[in-house]
């Protein structure tokens, strides 16, 4: 936008640079950024949620989730977000927890026919290991898949 561009240079910023634009209006609500493609599938997905649940632009619903994640994966990166849980295997409709504190590989199963997760060592859908599977980019893989 062009009060944005007005905005650089009344700062003597180099305006060549597109990162110091982006960088310089980010955070205050400006147009500063940068393009990526998204897939069709996954554009039309994000479009409805971001219209019809959350009753934003696409760009804020975009930057909002993305943001969100990647405060997830660097936290985890930092070990700053440590779990006795991981994901060691998806398979089929199954994710396999393995849990340090047990010192066991739980089961979480999918039932695709009530859209519901369960786990079956606990026998329910209200443990720590479903909240974990809910929470995991391996249940989005594993929906995707079925
Ligand atoms: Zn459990």
New binding site residues.
């Given amino acids: 936008m062009f009060p944005t561009i007005l905005h650089v240079l009344s700062t003597s910023l180099p305006v060549t640079a597109a990162g110091v634009i982006a960088a310089t209006t980010s955070g205050g609500g400006g147009w500063g950024g940068k393009t990526v493609m998204l897939d069709y599938s996954v554009y039309d997905r994000a479009a409805r949620f971001a219209k019809d649940k959350y009753h934003t632009s696409l760009r804020k619903y975009v930057n909002d989730y993305l943001g969100t994640a990647l405060k997830k994966e660097e936290l985890l990166e930092r070990g700053g977000l440590k779990s006795h849980l991981t994901i060691v295997l998806v398979q089929g409709n199954h994710l396999y927890v393995k849990d340090d504190k047990i010192e066991e590989v ?1 089961d ?1 199963a999918y039932h695709e026919d009530e859209k519901r997760l369960e ?1 079956l ?2 026998g329910n859908g209200e ?4 909240a974990y599977c809910l929470n995991s980019n391996e249940l989005g893989k594993l929906l995707a898949a079925a």
């Fill in positions: 739980v979480v786990c060592k606990d443990c720590g290991h479903v």
